[in-house]
């Protein structure tokens, strides 16, 4: 007879649970419903970029025949945005345009050419206010207020001081100082955003289907735009053709469509073109990163001394937090004890930025593992031997008391120095050839989340029935970073039972529980434990069913799967019969579980909003990058990327590679090609052609490495996998280049006119100092 | 609304199957396919050329749909992703895409599949540089396109294993 065993999937590379319909086509993004009768929307935006709005006709457009309804700011006098305390965007502007692009009206139309031609028939007219596109200009003394209530256009000032830097920076024996600048960049996911509302006016009932990370935060704001009781609303999420932070809010798109539906009383498809995708924007915001650091002679780090400014586009999205993050996870990779901040979110007439993947960490990590590779050249220390001389020790808290129980980041440079020949490599790879290393980190899920109610962070409800199959029900968004496969897989190993026994519905509010959303790399850690836990419910409530059966205590009952017995000689029953049995008398079952963090994890009360960048766990992040610089064009080429990841453990290993993979990689976008441009507010960089995503060419061999240092608090020990390691590709690449051309890029990104200035001031500096 | 743009009678075969239909001179292939037809698997990720999302198969050659009159596709054969499956079950560039995970979220997956499905037509035994330049007009935000050749390497080999051809 064969040992009958539970099955097991933690820790097994899963394909996708919803992969079949990805790679066959079934799949149906937001853009894909096509009902009949389904009228089309489209946007009248602002030609400039900020003025004062002195009529908006739309007469001739609501005459055109075929036209079935028109919005404008008039319509909607509720703000809307992700923090409760920075709420001042409308769905359509109202007093003022703020940034060029901004949405004035939107029409739904019989078809597009319809709706193209009422666009063309509302006249704007405005008074054009002064503009600032960068955030100097914008804080200027004679500059206007592009909101009356945020004085010199700060959305927001951030200070702290922890331990004492200035005495500590004195006691240093070696100190740097660089101000690096990131441009602004965009997620670029490959789904332009989407949205199809259908209005029942016979019962006033809303329905939405949206390209959103957050369909909770979208419920929210849709009842509140549209003055609507929540009950009467309901959000589902289709398939996501990817995020990356941009849908991490409600945006303005499903808020229009929702509005103009309801006006024409009717069922409206709003899909954005790639231009105006990249107009809706919330992506990484221009940072500049003034970066000091002390060390000791051994390598030991003293202190940080470091200012941020952000540039924040004309609204506050989540703008504070963003400048929040940047300043409190400056801590969590390496020891030091002393650090002071000061960061600044402007407001400026740009489309507002968001929280893109790495939110808010990117640019200080830049700029921190730039300037040690520096320090380190000049101490002629090894760069990793130096990283290796600041590690933390778990578990501990950091000095702005972030909570670290697991730290795999040695193990994460060990792998990497060995993969890579690092040894070898460095200083010895000859001319125009160099490798680069750096370190990152990224939090498991915030610890409090931005709409605090009270509720568990995460809930999972499994539904079991009369057929023995398991319905999992999650609010957890599916965007394609394998979310719904990795809970299935947590309820699959409690229970022992093969995933196919488990069928999941998602994201649809009249169905699924509450769930925040696709963000911060919740969803593993939170989610996960949430499902755990409602397995393990579940469990009971079968075990004590066969309990029943089987004559026994249900402590004696073994679980095997597909088998409960009694004790090893005993045949058992079959999964099928324990569910008859847990049925009898209650009927089909549903139980829950739920997830909570504990206050240990939520940050530091030491300044105001000391909150942001507590979590329950970090993840970390080494590489190795080797590059190669063509002499004559000065053109960057990525030979190679060792990357290593400590992410607790690797639930899905195949998932938890390609998220490295995909956040290596998007890391690398930003460091040699990446840049959104405006010429006058208006973007020209609005388009997949102008705005340089790496293409199949230029995007190297990602090798990964996976460190499972086992998280206490994490679900089976893990943490996040997808968004730690894209911050530490920008810093690997610039130490690269720097080993290989002995010039350090300091801008980003680094595109060949500007290293080729680079090469050519070092080389006419060399000739002057010959002479 | 009169509509005075010019119309064509078209007529083509898409998955096999003979369309005859009068379209706007317009109209893109793509929103014929998705809109007309129903077949909503071809996605539109960009204004026009940009991204690949949009790849179909016209006389066996991949073909941006967006960039293609409908009109201009009188008695051509077009293939679309709907149109893979062999036998409802994945085809090999559908289960590499699985099974290695070259899908994540799926919405460049059509367009890089009949891609990749062009060029092992032409190439059945392509080399890591074959697939690269062969999908170059293809972007995938979601992968960093190491796994997408691993798809398409899964593919081919399984392909010389059984001895089928791609579009078998
Ligand atoms: S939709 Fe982007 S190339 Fe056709
Ligand atoms: S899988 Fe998401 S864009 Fe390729």
Redesign the interface.
């Known amino acids: 007879m064969n040992e009958i065993k539970p099955t097991r999937t933690i820790g097994v590379p899963q ?2 649970v ?12 937001s ?2 419903f ?1 009902p009949n009768n389904c009228l089309v929307g489209r946007i009248f935006r602002s030609p400039v970029a900020h003025a004062e709005i002195i009529r908006l006709d739309i007469s001739a457009a609501e005459a055109l ?2 036209v079935r309804g028109i919005i404008t700011g008039e319509d909607c006098d509720e703000p809307y945005g992700v923090l409760p305390i920075a709420r001042f965007e409308y769905p359509m502007a109202r007093d003022k345009v703020r940034y060029r692009g901004e949405p004035l009206a939107c029409v739904a139309a ?2 597009v ?2 709706a193209q031609k009422a666009l063309d028939l509302i006249k704007f007219e405005y008074r054009e206010l002064p503009a600032y596109f960068t955030s100097s200009d914008a804080m200027s003394e004679d500059a206007i207020d592009l909101h009356d209530h945020r004085p010199g256009n700060i959305e927001r000032e951030v200070d702290y001081e922890i331990g004492d830097v200035d005495s500590a920076l004195k006691d240093a024996d070696m100190v740097l100082e660089e101000t690096y600048n990131c441009p602004e960049i965009c ?6 955003h989407a949205a199809i509302a259908e209005y029942d006016a016979e019962r006033d009932y809303m329905t939405v289907r949206a390209s959103t990370q957050v369909p909770f935060y979208v419920h929210i704001m849709l009842a509140k735009t549209l003055k609507m009781d929540q009950s009467q609303i309901r959000v589902i999420k289709p ?4 995020g ?1 932070g941009c849908r991490t809010e409600c945006l303005n798109v499903e808020l229009m469509c929702a509005l103009v539906a309801r006006k024409a009383k009717g069922t409206v498809r709003l ?1 954005v ?3 105006e995708t990249f107009i809706t924007h919330r992506g990484r915001p221009e940072t500049d990163v003034k970066m000091k650091i002390g060390v000791k002679k051994d390598g030991t780090i003293t202190a940080v001394d470091f200012q941020v400014i952000q540039r924040g586009g004309g609204y506050s999205g989540y703008g504070v937090v963003t400048i929040l993050y940047a300043g409190s996870l400056v801590f969590g990779v390496y020891n030091f004890e002393n650090a002071r901040y000061k960061g600044l979110r402007v407001l400026t007439n740009t489309p507002p930025p968001g929280a893109m993947r790495g939110h808010g960490t990117v640019g200080v990590r830049y700029a921190f593992e730039a300037l040690i590779d520096e320090i380190s050249h000049r101490l002629k220390m090894d760069p990793i031997e130096f990283r290796r001389r600041n590690f933390l020790s778990a578990p501990t808290f950091t000095a702005n008391d972030l909570m670290i129980n697991s730290y795999g980041l040695p193990e994460c440079l060990d792998w990497v120095e060995k993969e890579s020949d690092w040894k070898t490599k460095k200083g010895n790879l000859g001319p125009y050839r160099g490798i680069g290393v750096a370190a990152s980190h990224y939090l498991s899920g915030a610890s409090k989340s931005v709409n605090w109610t009270g509720e568990p962070h995460a809930t999972i409800h499994l539904k079991l029935d009369w057929d023995a199959s398991i319905t999992l029900l999650t609010g957890a968004p599916e ?4 979310s719904t496969t990795v809970i299935t897989q947590c309820v699959a190993e409690v229970l022992g039972l093969d995933m196919t026994r488990i069928q999941s519905v998602t994201s649809d509010s009249k169905v699924t529980p509450k769930d925040n959303g696709a963000y911060s790399s919740r969803i593993t850690f939170m989610v996960g434990n949430a499902a755990i836990n409602a397995a393990n419910n579940l469990k009971q409530v079968l075990i004590e069913a066969a309990a029943r059966k089987l004559d026994c205590k249900p402590e004696d009952v073994e679980c095997l799967g597909e088998v409960y017995r009694a004790a090893s000689q005993d045949e058992g029953m079959t999964f099928e019969e324990v569910v008859l049995a847990a049925l009898e008398g209650s009927g089909t079952i549903t139980v829950k579980g739920n997830y909570d963090t504990i206050p240990e994890s939520h940050g530091t009360k030491k300044y105001r909003g000391g909150a942001i960048g507590g979590s329950m766990a970090y993840a970390y992040s080494a590489q190795v990058v080797e590059v190669t610089v063509d002499p004559e064009t000065a053109q960057v080429t990525v030979d190679k990327v060792w990357v290593a990841q400590d992410v607790g453990k690797a639930l899905n290993p ?2 938890c ?2 998220q490295i ?2 956040s ?3 890391g ?1 976008g930003q460091a040699i090609s990446e840049e959104t441009v405006y010429h006058k507010g208006l973007g020209i960089s609005g ?3 102008d705005y340089r ?1 790496p ?3 230029e ?1 190297p ?2 090798e990964v490495g996976i460190i499972e240092s086992i998280d206490p608090h994490g679900p089976f020990g893990a943490k996040e996998a997808g968004e730690t390691s894209l911050s530490s590709f920008i810093p690997a690449l610039t130490n690269a280049v720097a080993d290989a051309v002995g010039v350090r890029p300091i801008d980003l990104p680094v595109t060949p006119d500007k290293l080729m200035e680079l090469i050519e001031k070092r080389e006419s500096g060399q000739k002057a100092a010959i002479k | 609304m009169s509509k005075k743009n010019h119309k064509t009678l078209l007529h083509c075969t898409v998955n096999g199957r003979e369309h005859d239909d009068v379209v706007d001179d317009n109209t893109l292939l793509v929103d014929y396919l998705r809109e007309s037809l129903g077949l909503t698997g071809t996605k539109i990720g960009c204004d026009g050329g940009e991204c690949g999302c949009c790849t179909v198969l016209v006389d066996g050659q991949p073909r941006h749909a967006c960039l293609t009159l409908a009109a201009t596709c009188t008695d051509k054969d077009i293939v679309t992703i709907e149109a893979l499956e062999v036998q409802g079950r994945l085809s090999a560039l559908q289960r590499g895409f699985h099974e290695k995970l070259g899908a994540q979220c799926g919405f460049c997956t059509p367009g890089m599949i009949m891609a990749a499905e062009g060029l092992l037509r032409e190439n059945p035994d392509p080399s890591e540089e074959d697939i690269r330049q062969g999908l170059a007009a293809n972007i995938c935000r979601c992968t960093g396109y190491v796994k997408i050749i691993e798809s398409v390497q899964y593919a081919a080999a399984e392909l010389k294993r059984t001895g089928k051809e791609v579009a078998a």
Not at chain 1, 20 to 28: H, M
Not at chain 1, 239 to 242: A, D, L, N, P, Y
Not at chain 1, 479 to 482: C, K, N, R, S, Y
């Open positions: 394909p996708l919803d992969g079949p319909e990805k790679v066959s086509g079934k799949a149906l993004y853009a894909d096509l025949p075929g019989v078809d050419e319809t997620q670029v996911q490959t789904e332009p398939h996501i053709g990817g990356f899909v073109s790639r231009e965007i394609g970073q394998g195949l998932s590679e390609g993979q995909g290596v990689w998007m690398m388009s997949m052609l995503v293409s199949f060419i995007s061999p990602i």
